[in-house]
């Protein structure tokens, strides 16, 4: 009976606990509406759950795209399409933002996961080039089956089922037929025109073609550049129509990653020109200097 008993009262006081806790919420986010505090559409969304209602029943879904202007403590700048200025707030979730672009050979480096499909003779000889490499990063909650280790997991894998080709013939497969295979791998190194990479437990070198297409495709906002073309998929509040609670961003990358800036560019010319302004400013001000020292002054005379 002092279990039940004691139980009872304790369940009694939690609940009155819960009682006041929900009236001063509700108090304060009103008053800190009133003041200026707190913006309304917050307010109500806080007062809306204490009071039982569903999270985010203010919130009107919302899709915007546009141009990438810039990033600042987890909000971007975004020019929509419709010529308005928006802030938006990044997803709490990582893979919940992609970025997809293209990049420079000269931007690969140790350590990055890259896919790519090539041609090997019945000894493992590696044929032609490499005209294709994509970059990406494994996701580690992605089940191994047949169908997601050939886009996933590291290794070689032959593209079709091994032997399918002349199963059910009685013609004889040359030897020196060529297969096309999937390989997942780690990049170890570029040199010049030869790739390095750990796909498993294999090591390959492989020839990189002169033209190859670098396609990007990672999760997070580290890629992303002012000018980028952005999609976002998310809400907005009745109050706040320029500010938006973000589900899903996808970046379309609009320079190549990695590029180096050539001599005679648009780049280059217009570092230069930057540049040399504040050149001209500092000899400006120097020339300035050696004048004024330069000049005799009354007394001189």
Known sequence: MMSFFGRRERSSAVTCSDSLSVRYLVFTCCMLTVIGVLPSPVADREVGRAWGQAPGADRQAFKVNGTLKGMQNGMLMVTGADKKDYMVKLPKELDKVRYSGQAAVEWLSNGLFVRFETQMDEKGRIVGAVKQIEVFVPDPQLQNNPATMKEHVPGVH????????????????????????????????????????????????????PNVAINVSVPGMDLCQPGDDIAISGFTYPNQPQFVESQTISVTGKQLIGQKVKKGSKAAASKATTKSRKEKKDEAEADGAKEGAAKPKADDK
Request: aromatic share 4%; glycine share 10%.
């Open 158 to 209: 032959l593209l079709g089922v091994a032997g399918s080709d002349g199963l059910f013939s009685d013609e004889k497969v040359p030897a020196n037929s060529v297969k096309s295979y999937r390989v997942i791998a780690q990049l170890m190194g570029v040199a010049k025109s030869k790739m390095m990479v750990a796909a498993g437990s294999n090591r390959l070198q492989v020839e990189v073609d």
